[in-house]
């Protein structure tokens, strides 16, 4: 008897040692290499033995593995424990946490209207002045605008992301002899050239679940932005002049042509409502089937192109498919593009959190991060041949240049009624025939009153 | 995370488990050890304040701020703007319709269905596997069933290989393939049918299980007066289960009613399929208009108030009369 129950107790414990070893398996042990690490450009935040910034965000994954990375020296040289932890819901439970006062040290923020909605509670720390001086020194007055609530500076921005940009596959064009069009007018009739072969040139997918609609509202920004200027622009997204207004019309009406339009979309995935059920991910791919000419999608979308993995689809001027920016009205026009980023807010005073957010709003972070992969960023101070790929590099100079006009993705500026709901259910209801006077009397009363 | 978090994490979950036993633990041991007098006194609320607290904490008190956020706008004054918006806003009104298309069509279909079935398989060899058949769509959870069916009712374009078995379906008869779920309005009642497929078994079991209950006797009285089956059903049967058909329709109705997974899964509420409960979400928390969510949340418990006490009256008389 005594055995049997001896027996039983070592079941369970061998079954929890398999459990526990199991659970290991999940965790990611990393074995700490300190090495030698060259303290130099650390100096200057000082040091701050046994203290710990925690921070938060959406950025998960790989992203997220490669941003702990980004200040792993930092923390060797400061002695500050950075803790870094991303959730897919960030944005829905920033706002609740930090009124209940369970906000992390820095939450990183890629939308400058809920940037603003915090700085309206009274949730964020200033900036500081080593803060301050390093975003006049290494970024754009329109970046600097984004950090802004009210006249206080709260934050820098971190990374960027360009959108507008037309995907195509050279070798096509070469073949057809198309040539990369410069002006909208341009892109127009080659378009219709296109078209009057008998092929769909624009591949479009809207469809990304909750938020369906949205890759239908960076047109239309991309659009107001090039055809009415960066003042309406502002103008749009801050209801100085309503959604309905008829400069913002122009624009649906220009973008119609193309969404609209069963002669234009939707190259190998169907007619014009196929957009609405085609997911954004996919959208593009028919360009490596020759049934599709064009797609217009952000920088982001050169990982799309392998959709099993390998690297067959290579993104490059001479590859497989490269991009080319949404052309303006005029070619002798600057550049004005759209495109995202982040904002590290601080929720918590103190001197390692502002020595932390200093250190990432430097030229040094910003080269250790995009040197990394796969991101970019508006910093001044970085170096465009630390980006790890062609395109990357090409959208760093871009954001360097400074006769470019940079403008945030509108629905990201706009309050989260209009940006994150009822813009996006509008491009649905338009694609899907609604007249574009209707569909903006729609978007114009759900914009929250106060 | 590394090992070492894990076993931190492990270690956290086992003391908040003793913690919790020795909390139990004490407090039986002081109830016990309560006065004689008024003992019972001491024991009913030994034994209801844990719970009549964290209900306090976790039902009362949100429930009561919710009703003050749907009366506030941004800056905290006093308004009926969020009511006003979910009665005229034509997008906020559909979402209203459709939750009334919901509880109208959910509670009926899935308990008439639930009811003919479990009279059909009632006595009838292997009724045991008839019945977990039916049944087993409730052992999946909602975003699991709005997961399968989205790829039931999964849309390519014609000239494409159809991947959703609906459509391969229409395909194969030689008809267009159609965009189900973004077709209003046959897209609610589309998801409506995923609804009626989880609730028809739990109706069936409950149902199935009062039938048995109706004692023989009546049945064979009734056969003996020449009775034909329908005339059984329609007067023996159906008087006999009345209070688990009360039971069900009523749970049902509130499921329906609280519907959300099923929403959000298939289509986010997109293409005019939204219900209250999605709405609600999607307002307070990515629109961030936390007053329209709130007073969405207090429209749905206004919907749901009556059903509840229906259910809780239906219930008291059927114990009177017992």
């Known amino acids: 008897m005594r055995s049997r129950v001896n027996r039983r107790l070592l079941a369970g414990v061998a079954a929890a040692g398999v459990a526990a070893l199991a659970l290991a398996g999940c965790t990611g042990d990393i074995a700490d290499d300190d090495g030698d690490v060259d303290c130099a450009p650390y100096e200057q935040y000082g040091t701050f033995e046994g203290k710990s910034v925690?921070?938060?965000?959406?950025?998960?994954?790989?992203?997220?593995?490669?941003?702990?990375?980004?200040?792993?020296?930092?923390?060797?040289?400061?002695?500050?424990?950075?803790?870094?932890?991303?959730?897919?819901?960030?944005?829905?439970?920033?706002?609740?946490?930090?009124?209940g006062g369970n906000a992390p040290d820095v939450g990183i923020i890629p939308q400058p209207g809920?940037?603003?909605?915090?700085?309206?509670?009274?949730?964020?720390?200033?900036?500081?002045?080593?803060?301050?001086?390093?975003?006049?020194?290494?970024?754009?007055?329109?970046?600097?605008?984004?950090?802004?609530?009210?006249?206080?500076?709260?934050?820098?921005?971190?990374?960027?992301?360009?959108?507008?940009?037309?995907?195509?596959?050279?070798?096509?064009?070469?073949?057809?002899?198309?040539?990369?069009?410069t002006t909208l007018d341009e892109l127009k009739s080659l378009s219709e050239e296109i078209a009057a072969t008998g092929a769909k040139p624009w591949c479009v997918g809207l469809e990304s679940g909750e938020a369906t609609g949205w890759p239908g509202t960076d047109w239309i920004e991309d659009f107001v932005l090039r055809m009415a200027g960066a003042d309406v622009y502002d103008q749009w997204v801050t209801h100085e002049i309503p959604f309905n207004d008829p400069r913002i019309a122009e624009a649906f009406d220009a973008v119609g042509e193309y969404l609209k339009n069963d002669t234009m979309v939707n190259g190998g995935i169907g007619d014009v409502s196929t957009q609405i059920s085609e997911a954004f991910q996919t959208a593009g791919l028919p360009i490596l089937d020759g049934e599709c000419w064009m797609h217009h999608q952000a920088s982001f979308y050169e990982t799309f192109w392998n959709p099993d993995g390998g690297d067959a689809n290579t993104v490059a001027p001479d590859g497989t498919v490269w991009a080319f920016l949404l052309p303006p009205v005029d070619a002798d026009d600057p550049q004005?593009?759209?495109?995202?980023?982040?904002?590290?807010?601080?929720?918590?005073?103190?001197?390692?959190?502002?020595a932390f957010r200093a250190y990432l709003s430097s030229d040094?972070?910003?080269?250790?991060?995009?040197?990394?992969?796969?991101?970019?960023?508006a910093n001044k101070g970085?170096?465009?041949?630390?980006?790890?790929?062609?395109?990357?590099?090409?959208?760093?100079?871009?954001?360097?240049?400074?006769?470019?006009?940079?403008?945030?993705?509108?629905?990201?500026l706009m309050p989260g009624a209009v940006g994150a709901d009822s813009f996006w259910k509008g491009i649905v209801a338009w694609v899907g025939g609604q007249s574009t006077q209707s569909v903006l009397d729609t978007i114009e009363a759900s914009w929250p009153s106060s | 995370m590394t090992t070492a978090d894990l076993i931190g994490k492990i270690l956290q979950l086992l003391m908040g488990l003793a913690i919790f036993a020795v909390i139990v633990g004490l407090l039986i041991f002081f109830i016990d050890k309560a006065p004689k007098k008024g003992r019972d006194y001491w024991q009913l609320a030994g034994f209801l304040a844990p719970a009549l607290i964290l209900l306090a904490i976790g039902l009362v008190y949100p429930a009561f701020r919710?009703?003050?956020?749907?009366?506030?706008d941004k800056a905290g004054n006093f308004t009926f703007d969020h009511f006003i918006w979910a009665f005229t806003q034509p997008t906020a009104v559909r979402t209203l319709i459709n939750t009334i298309i919901w509880v109208a069509l959910v509670p009926t279909i899935s308990t008439i269905l639930g009811l003919a079935y479990a009279v059909f398989i009632d006595k009838s060899r292997g009724e045991r596997i008839y019945k977990a058949l039916v049944f087993m769509p409730m052992a999946i959870s909602f975003v699991g069933a709005g997961i399968i069916w989205k790829f039931v009712y999964e849309y390519k374009s014609a000239d494409r290989e159809q991947i959703g078995l609906l459509n391969a379906l229409v395909v194969a008869f030689g008809g267009d393939p159609v965009q189900w779920l973004q077709t209003d309005p046959i897209n609610t009642f589309l998801l409506i049918l995923v609804m009626i497929w989880i609730q028809t078994g739990f109706a069936m079991v409950v149902l199935s299980a009062a039938i048995k209950g109706i004692p023989t006797e009546q049945i064979e009285a009734a056969q003996l007066d020449g009775t034909n089956?329908?005339?059984?059903?329609?007067?023996?049967?159906?008087?006999?289960?009345?209070?688990?058909?009360?039971?069900?329709?009523?749970?049902?109705?509130?499921?329906?009613?609280?519907?959300?997974?099923?929403v959000r899964t298939m289509t986010a509420g997109n293409f005019n399929t939204s219900v209250i409960a999605n709405e609600m979400y999607t307002q307070a928390f990515r629109a961030s208009e936390v007053g329209r969510g709130s007073a969405l949340a207090i429209i749905l418990f206004v919907l749901v108030l009556p059903i509840v006490v229906y259910n809780v009256n239906v219930l008291r008389k059927q114990r009177e009369i017992r």
Not at chain 1, 336 to 350: H, I, K, L, S
Not at chain 2, 230 to 253: K, M
């Open chain 2, 66 to 72: 919710t009703l003050g956020l749907s009366f506030v």
């Open chain 1, 114 to 181: 809920l940037l603003q909605r915090l700085a309206e509670g009274g949730w964020l720390v200033p900036a500081s002045k080593a803060v301050e001086d390093n975003v006049d020194k290494f970024w754009s007055e329109d970046w600097k605008a984004y950090g802004t609530h009210d006249g206080v500076f709260y934050a820098a921005p971190l990374m960027a992301s360009i959108k507008g940009y037309v995907w195509y596959s050279p070798s096509a064009f070469e073949e057809a002899g198309y040539e990369i069009p």
């Open chain 2, 229 to 262: 089956a329908w005339q059984r059903f329609r007067n023996v049967t159906v008087p006999g289960i009345r209070g688990s058909l009360v039971v069900v329709l009523t749970t049902i109705s509130i499921a329906t009613l609280k519907v959300f997974d099923i």
């Open chain 1, 54 to 99: 925690t921070i938060g965000g959406t950025i998960l994954d790989l992203e997220a593995d490669r941003l702990v990375e980004s200040w792993k020296d930092f923390q060797t040289c400061t002695g500050i424990k950075v803790t870094y932890q991303g959730t897919s819901e960030f944005e829905a439970q920033i706002a609740v946490l930090a009124e």
């Open chain 1, 364 to 377: 040094t972070w910003a080269n250790n991060r995009v040197s990394l992969g796969g991101v970019i960023s």
């Open chain 1, 336 to 354: 004005a593009v759209t495109g995202g980023g982040e904002f590290p807010v601080a929720f918590r005073d103190a001197e390692e959190v502002e």
């Open chain 1, 382 to 412: 970085l170096d465009p041949n630390v980006a790890s790929s062609e395109l990357l590099k090409q959208s760093i100079e871009i954001l360097q240049d400074p006769d470019t006009t940079f403008r945030f993705d509108g629905s990201d």
